[in-house]
């Protein structure tokens, strides 16, 4: 039996496991590994062994084939590793052969990721779009060695059960799933309730998108509280994500910071997730954060972009903004710059560009203001009501009442003139 040592603080030691599918591709999966470790890292592991294999494609048992296993087993071994990641998602069979040739915790780039999400949860939604997940990529598992359960915590199954007991862990399995999806769909009805409570006030939302590791949270955090007295109370039960900002002049707009895109995010977690996505779809203006450092920028643009398509956000306004400006040196900069000349580079974490970012963010909303005169009959419910949005949105410069009439001079945001009924 081979012997499991955690390695320090507690830390799992992983072993990397990706294949090459012809010398071309190599670079490719070396950046893939290198995010496999980035993410292993995420979950608390500390990546002690690296194997790229060339392979044209995976071995339908052990995925590396019956040799190459055997010399994995032994170099874990060596290197004491307590679990094995592999870079592809592994057919239930080839894991259980893995798992019973290396004789270690075995789990795929899927799960991984799965891991890391659930690490990453707040709100109650997203842990249940979590677990959801989780189980619907256990259930075609659940053969066999049954070690697929017993991993999912609660000591529910054990290795090797009967098949009596295989038949009522997938029963159990599926109730539960089920009674998860009520229960998201409880969750949902208040957000959208919320969500259009939020439209009635017509306070614009801003998502902030990107690659996992982007930027988003920094700047999420410089937004809320570096330029405004950021308020979490309105909106803090259902998703702690979403903040109310209001700038010095008294506008105000939401914020919302979503999970990191990555690239072959498992479908399984994009559709789990689509709840929280639509509320992307849902924003007024989508600002992508793109770490502009990143050796393949291009890539994640994509997968970012791809992403936004599968929740249906394609048709929100987007901003391009490229942070860790920081970060590049002055050739890439100006390359950044010949590129798109009105191109938005900043640095969240040294607040570089971020009142920019912020004049052009009210601009896309149309958050500026214009002077505007307005009379409105008081006695009217429909113009009380227009009255009170000019004092929440705008700054009433002088209000005068005359004949039953309410003369009011007031800086309005332009996305409320049409509504006012100005052009
Ligand atoms: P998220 O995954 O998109 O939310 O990214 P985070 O906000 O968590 O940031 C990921 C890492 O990038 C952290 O280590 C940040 O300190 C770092 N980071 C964020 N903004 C900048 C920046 O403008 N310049 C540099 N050099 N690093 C940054
Ligand atoms: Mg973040």
Redesign the pocket.
Known sequence: MAQHRAGVKGRERAALIGIVAGRARRLEAERSLDELAGLAQAAGADVVLRVLQERPKPDPNTFLGAGKIQTLALSTDETNVDLVVFDDELTPSQLRHIEEAVGRKVIDRTQLILDIFARRARTREGKLQVELAQLKYMLPRLSGSGTALSRLGGGIGTRGPGETKLETDRRRLRTRIKSIGDDIEQVRKRRSQLRERRHKTSVPTVALV??????????FNVLTRAEAEASDALFVTLDPLVRQVRLPDSRELLIS?TV?FIDRLPHALVAAFRATLEETADADLVVH?IDA?APDRDRRMQAVQSVLEEVGAVDVPMLEVY?????LTDDERRRLHDLDPSVLC?????RQGIGELIETITSRLALDVRRVTLTFNPDDEADRERIARVYRHGRVVLHETRDGQASIVADVPRRLLSWLGQT
């Open positions: 990107g690659y996992t590791n982007a930027g988003k949270t920094t700047l910071d990191g954060v450092a942070n860790k400006g920081d970060a900043i640095s969240a974490l040294h």
